[in-house]
Nanobody
C-alpha cells in the first residue's frame, strides 16, 4: 500500500509565505510525477504545480513567479514553496503522485488527505 501525507498548511497573512511538504510511504521504487492541486469551497480541484522525476515542472498561470515546486527523489517527497500569498490562494491543498512503482504493483494515481491553507488578515 502507498500513502501520501501532506504537512505545512496553516493560516498566513496576505503577502506571507508557507512551505508545504508531501511524503510518500510504502515499498516505493519510483514515482514519475508528483503534483499539488488545490480546491476552494464550491470549486473544482485544480492543478497548482507538477514536477516529473527528471525535474520538469509546470505551474498554473495564477501561481507562476510566486510558487516553486521541488522534490527529493531519494525520499519520495515533494515540496511547494508559496510566497506572496493572496486571499485567493485559500484552499485545501492536495498532493498527488502519478505512476507509483512498487515491487508488486504500479499505482496510477494516489492522493493525500489534503492540508488547509488560509490566507487572511
Amino acid at each position: 500500500q502507498v500513502q501520501l501525507v501532506e504537512s505545512g498548511g496553516g493560516l498566513v497573512q496576505p503577502g506571507g509565505s508557507l512551505r508545504l511538504s508531501c511524503a510518500a510511504s510504502g515499498s516505493i521504487s519510483s514515482i514519475y510525477t508528483m503534483a499539488w492541486y488545490r480546491q476552494a469551497p464550491g470549486k473544482q480541484r485544480d492543478l497548482v504545480a507538477g514536477i516529473t522525476s527528471g525535474g520538469l515542472t509546470n505551474y498554473a498561470d495564477s501561481v507562476k513567479g510566486r510558487f516553486t515546486i521541488s522534490r527529493d527523489n531519494a525520499k519520495f517527497t515533494v515540496f511547494l514553496q508559496m510566497n506572496s500569498l493572496k486571499p485567493e490562494d485559500t484552499a485545501v491543498y492536495y498532493c498527488n503522485g502519478q505512476v507509483i512503482v512498487t515491487p508488486n504493483r504500479v499505482f496510477g494515481s494516489t492522493w493525500g488527505q489534503g492540508t488547509q491553507v488560509t490566507v487572511s488578515s
